[in-house]
């Protein structure tokens, strides 16, 4: 089946400081989206980025499918950014939402 | 209601019993799924419905598990026998159909076996 995986791990940071996600798959897909999990476990669906580049606030997220890669940037973060941060692809195109998940990058934004 | 609501939110089974978790979707949402998701790993898919129809459910991880959602609209995921490899947070979501479409995720059950 597809790989995904999703790089650094586990992130510290700063309060105020930006950051670069990134999510490496190992077929072509087509559907791709990030999601933030909070400390709660709630999941929050951010990003629904196949190709492109798309921007939401402090967020920004660029998918190059050519290349099999996608990158999620947080700038200015803030301490209700952590939590840990998925990449999700599915491969079939039926729109059913049938998501592959990688292991997730812990993100803590300390104060 | 307003989002995706899941119960019981918290549950302790002793290893043996079975266990029923609830899936209420967002109203008029054609497209209901579960996910697993063990401690430190991502979610993991389960089973997919559309309205009561069950498309997949490739991911249950055995004869143990089973789902239905027979009016289309809530959702019930059952857990016979239960036994520790089962802990885990079981995940709900639901979503419109088509490409493009967000998908809402409930808070999850929190499954212990003890």
């Known amino acids: 089946g597809i790989q995904v995986e999703q790089s650094p791990p586990d992130l510290i940071l700063q309060e105020g400081a930006n950051s670069t996600l990134r999510c490496n798959f190992s077929?072509?897909?087509?559907?791709l989206q990030w999601f933030h999990q909070n400390p709660w476990g709630q999941l929050i669906n951010l990003f629904y980025?196949?190709?492109g580049t798309k921007q939401n606030g402090r967020l920004s997220a660029t998918t190059v499918a050519t290349e099999r890669y996608s990158l999620l940037y947080i700038s200015s973060s803030q301490t209700t950014d952590s939590g840990v941060y998925f990449c999700a692809v599915e491969q079939g195109r039926t729109g059913a939402n049938n998501l592959f998940f990688g292991t997730g990058t812990r993100l803590t934004v300390i104060p | 209601g307003a989002g995706v609501s899941q119960s019981p939110r918290y549950k302790v089974a002793k290893r043996g019993q079975d266990v029923a978790l609830r899936c209420d979707p967002i109203?008029?949402?054609?497209?209901l799924f579960w996910y697993q998701q063990a401690l430190g790993q991502g979610p993991e898919f389960l089973t997919y419905?559309?309205?009561?129809?069950?498309l997949d459910k490739s991911g249950l991880p055995s004869d143990r598990f089973f789902a239905e959602r027979p009016e289309g609209s809530v959702s019930t995921l059952k857990i016979q026998r239960t036994q520790q490899e089962d802990s885990a947070v079981y995940l709900c979501?639901?979503?419109?159909w088509g490409l493009g479409n967000t998908i809402y995720f409930g808070e999850g059950s929190w499954l212990t076996v003890v």
């Open positions: 109203s008029g949402h054609v497209s």
């Open positions: 979501a639901s979503s419109g």
């Open positions: 980025i196949p190709s």
């Open positions: 077929d072509s897909v087509n559907n």
């Open positions: 419905f559309q309205n009561e129809a069950q």
